[in-house]
């Protein structure tokens, strides 16, 4: 079993201060041939607006990539989903939905695109590494008038004509330092490039003084916005009535495990147990079992997961377990939301 371990409680955090100056050397050339034109950057012919941020997973890109579909569709824009489709098993442009038909295995798309198309119906999504195919793909076949890219501020390969990057509100400054010895993917500086920055979560915890202060620095509009936990529902769709102080078991693979932990505090459970993996881990039928003896052997009533993981666990026997997911909704101020749109100009 991988259990998910942050960088920054490691004994070989130190040991890998090496390999972080390495790979802030191929960030800064990377970049530097990509600002002066040595590698190249192919525009779409529609709207392009990346959500994405400058640390390894845990920002709640997915949330807000379904927040802004959300908020264009009630303003009648049509708009079109475009991912990488990170672990999943197949290569080259794949349509994981046209806004119709069901996604029949995540393994083919990955976890996060099979969540989107879930949570977004009508609107078409599509996985591709290479961002330029899959958006034409997109532009042949559906005609979006903006097309969202999930995780693309460091895919600089497709301009864009808006970059919208969320930094977690929990970051702590010693998490912020370049992978792997930190969690950040580029340094604070490549904020530079960004048009609007978001703090989320920023309800399960203000972000510290330094993050203000980083975010001012890069002299570009920042928002603060809220994770707010919504319905407990089963595998099979059925919402749960939970009990405020209802005893359970925590099972995530996700990017920011210490905030699923807080949303479901927040929400009234109470966490006597907890099962953590690696970001996009693959579920075993073993782990389920170990959930239910855990469960067998602690007084949690239940066990609560992400939407994300419910999508891998579902494929799964989980007859005997008691398990449901919780959503979370990412969220804006009405004052912010409307700068927003302002800003993206539409």
Do not use: C
């Amino acid at each position: 079993m991988l259990e998910w371990k942050r960088p920054t409680k490691s004994r070989l955090r130190y040991a890998l201060f090496p390999l972080a100056m390495l790979y802030w050397g191929i960030v800064f050339w990377r970049n530097i041939f990509y600002t002066f034109g040595f590698f190249i950057s192919r525009k779409l012919p529609t709207k392009v607006i990346s959500i994405g941020n400058i640390t390894a997973g845990g920002t709640g890109k997915t949330p807000a990539v379904i927040y802004l579909v959300k908020l264009f569709l009630k303003n009648g824009i049509k708009v079109g989903v475009l991912s990488r489709g990170y672990g999943r098993k197949t290569a080259g442009t794949q349509l994981v939905t046209d806004g119709e038909k069901p996604v029949d295995d995540w393994r083919n798309f990955g976890d996060e695109p099979t969540l989107i198309a879930q949570k977004l119906p009508g609107v078409p999504v599509v996985v591709d590494s290479n961002r330029h195919r899959g958006g034409m793909f997109l532009i042949k076949n559906f005609g979006p008038d903006i097309i969202i890219m999930d995780d693309g501020f460091q895919h600089r390969a497709i301009e864009r004509d808006i970059d919208i990057v969320l930094i977690n509100s929990q970051d702590t400054r010693a998490e912020h330092k370049l992978l792997p010895y930190g969690f950040l993917r580029e340094p604070w500086m490549s904020l530079k490039r960004a048009d609007l920055l978001i703090f989320t979560k920023s309800n399960i915890k203000k972000p510290a003084t330094f993050l203000i202060a980083m975010a001012k620095q890069t002299k570009r509009p920042w928002f603060q916005s809220e994770l707010i936990s919504g319905r407990v529902t089963s595998i099979d769709g059925k919402i749960k009535e939970a009990n405020k102080g209802m005893k359970i078991l925590a099972i995530s693979a996700i990017g920011d495990t210490r905030g699923f932990i807080k949303t479901l505090k927040n929400a009234g459970f109470y966490v006597v147990d907890a099962m953590t993996f690696v970001d996009h881990y693959d579920y075993t039928q073993a782990d389920v079992e170990k959930a239910k003896k855990k469960i067998m052997n602690s007084t949690a009533e239940m066990a609560i997961t992400t939407t994300k993981d419910a999508i891998k666990l579902s494929q799964l026997d989980l007859s005997g377990l008691d398990i449901y997911s919780i959503e979370a909704e990412f969220k804006l101020s009405q004052g912010d939301e409307k700068k927003l749109m302002d800003i993206i100009g539409v």
